[in-house]
């Protein structure tokens, strides 16, 4: 089944340890994005990959990293998590960056 | 900048009743142009897209949208909504150019009472 992958799905944690959110696609797709979503805000881009090895940053991208090694996963990393960084994380691929996402299932995340 | 907007926040409609959710976006070159709908507690799922050809494009679930250039309009629309259809519904818009990127609108909240 055609799917993007998110671990986990609901996470809490406190404010500084490090934590990772995983993505992984199985559909071969050059784009793959992360977003946040927060009541009355919508969707924002995190950051995005093209492809292997070529990241950037969306419209929120401090407080995140993200790498791109190889063309299925696209992790995302909070290095120093803080509390407004709560917020529901979504993981999205598509064929190319026009193209229609296919999302993941979402990681909710509480940093206290 | 680009930007897309969705005037309704929250719509609340009896079952049966007809459904349109409208979507504007601000771009004068060409565009890709989506809906998504998410059920609550679920992951967003496209509902139909829109890149050229027939601007009255037909989705899943019964759902279409109308895409009128001259107005910068994308609305959604179903004939006869079901209490299923009870979801949140963004419209997303991408601007093909060398920015490339898919914006997103801030949602609409659709209930419908059974």
């Known amino acids: 089944e055609a799917q993007v992958t998110q671990n986990p799905r609901y996470l809490i944690t406190v404010t500084g340890k490090k934590l990772t959110v995983t993505c992984s696609q199985n559909?071969?797709?050059?784009?793959m994005s992360w977003y946040r979503q927060d009541p009355g805000l919508g969707l924002r881009q995190i950051y995005y990959?093209?492809?292997?090895?070529?990241?950037d940053k969306g419209d929120v991208p401090e407080g995140y990293k993200v790498s791109r090694k190889e063309k299925r996963n696209f992790p995302l990393i909070l290095e120093s998590p803080s509390p407004n960084q709560t917020s529901l994380y979504f993981c999205?691929?598509?064929?190319?960056?026009?193209?229609?996402?296919?999302f993941g299932s979402g990681t909710r995340l509480t940093v206290v | 900048a680009q930007s897309v907007s969705q005037h309704n926040h929250h719509v609340i409609l009896s079952e049966a009743a007809s459904l349109e959710l409208g979507c504007n976006y601000s771009?004068?070159?060409?565009?890709?142009l989506f809906w998504y709908v998410q059920y609550p507690g679920q992951h967003l799922q496209l509902l139909l897209k829109?890149?050229?050809?027939?601007?009255l494009v037909k989705g899943i679930k019964g759902f279409e949208a109308e895409f009128i250039k001259s107005k910068f309009s994308f609305n959604l629309r179903k004939p006869s909504v079901q209490w299923s259809d009870t979801a949140e519904y963004f419209c997303?818009?991408?601007?093909?150019?060398?920015?490339?990127?898919?914006?997103f609108g801030k949602g609409t909240r659709l209930h419908i009472l059974p």
């Open positions: 999205a691929s598509s064929p190319t960056r026009g193209d229609g996402y296919t």
């Open positions: 559909m071969n797709h050059e784009y």
């Open positions: 990959s093209m492809n292997v090895e070529v990241t």
């Open positions: 771009y004068g070159g060409t565009v890709n």
């Open positions: 829109y890149f050229s050809g027939d601007p």
């Open positions: 997303a818009v991408n601007a093909r150019s060398r920015d490339d990127k898919i914006i």
